[in-house]
């Protein structure tokens, strides 16, 4: 089972994302993590990613698709794997398709986390006080919603039309509320996904 959990900055997907990696015993492999630890190590990859993410930018996809497919194979045997965070362009979702399929794998679904934007941007600028994030600027968080708007939603039409099932969630509620919402559309049957 290959899962994507996907949804604008903000929107929840790296607490949904351990949560339903927990729930059916998936590794989840978070590319924000990823790319945080190596920005945190001071290597060339992350004081690379350091100057984009600063700028608001996406990480080149290039570079994205070499740090997956390093990873892909941890979570390549049953029951699979959850990908936070990629694929975030329709360049990556293709090489993404790519990947899996010399691995004989493909996607299995696709989860959509929902919110209104006002309220993503609220509980951005209230992380980055918590946490010291840099990357949590108003400006650049404002930079990354028109990214997500311009850029990633086309990967949610891309899959859909390739057949995939996406699965969109209302993100409004408390992490638990969200959860419950989660686990009903993955235990829904096949047949009463698609929509």
Do not use: N
Not at 53 to 77: F, Q, T
Not at 123 to 145: C, N, P, S, W, Y
């Amino acid at each position: 089972m290959i899962g994507l959990i996907f949804g604008p900055p903000g929107s929840g997907k790296g607490t949904q994302a351990v949560r339903i990696s927990e729930e059916l015993h998936l590794v989840h492999l978070s590319t924000g993590e990823i790319l945080r630890a190596e920005m945190a190590r001071g290597s060339d990859l992350g004081k690379e990613v350091e100057r984009i993410v600063a700028a608001g930018d996406l990480v080149p996809d290039e570079l994205m698709d070499r740090v997956v497919d390093a990873r892909l194979d941890e979570g390549g045997k049953p029951p699979g794997m959850l990908l936070d965070g990629f694929p975030r362009t329709l360049e990556q979702a293709q090489a993404l398709d790519r990947m899996l399929a010399r691995r004989g794998l493909k996607v299995s679904f696709l989860l959509a986390l929902e919110a209104p934007e006002e309220l993503l941007i609220e509980r951005l600028l209230k992380r980055a006080e918590r946490e010291g994030r840099v990357d949590d600027t108003k400006k650049v968080i404002e930079e990354r919603m028109r990214e997500y708007h311009h850029r990633t939603e086309a990967v949610l039409d891309y899959y859909r039309r390739t057949g995939v099932p996406v699965l969109e969630v209302d993100g409004v509620g408390t992490v638990e509320e969200v959860f419950d919402r989660v686990r009903r559309v993955l235990t829904e049957p096949q047949s009463s996904r698609s929509r």
